[in-house]
Nanobody, 123 residues
Framework: QVQLVESGGGSVQSGGSLRLSCAASGYTYCMGWFRQAPGKDREGVAVLGGDGSTKYADSVKGRFTISKDNAKNTLYLQMNSLKPEDTAMYYC?????????????????????WGQGTQVTVS
């Protein structure tokens, strides 16, 4: 079992920056960030593989950076040049199993562990 605790959300003006954190309580094979805006489906934002490989949604490429501090077992999402359309509840996700394919190919159903979410509002 893994528990995920997100932090770092808040309100920021367009063009601003925020850094989200996700502290994991145990081993994780794959981790990622997802978001859900009001009235919309949850979508993938970024995924980080154990080998350092990354995958980003087209809408955040060049603006967001996913990283992990293995010593702290904490996942980060640095968000720069924020836009109003980035407004959403952001969720950290993790999976402890290898599913037969690379972590960066994981999609939402592949992740078995989820945090409670942290709100990001861009005005």
């Amino acid at each position: 079992q893994v528990q995920l605790v997100e932090s770092g959300g808040g309100s920021v003006q367009s063009g601003g920056s925020l850094r989200l954190s996700c502290a994991a309580s145990g081993y994780t094979y794959c981790m990622g960030w997802f978001r859900q805006a009001p009235g919309k489906d949850r979508e993938g934002v970024a995924v980080l593989g154990g080998d350092g490989s990354t995958k980003y949604a087209d809408s955040v490429k060049g603006r967001f950076t996913i990283s992990k501090d293995n010593a702290k077992n904490t996942l980060y999402l640095q968000m720069n040049s924020l836009k109003p359309e980035d407004t959403a509840m952001y969720y950290c996700a993790a999976e402890i199993r290898w599913l037969g394919y690379a972590c960066v190919r994981f999609t939402e159903p592949d992740f078995g562990y989820w945090g409670q979410g942290t709100q990001v509002t861009v005005s």
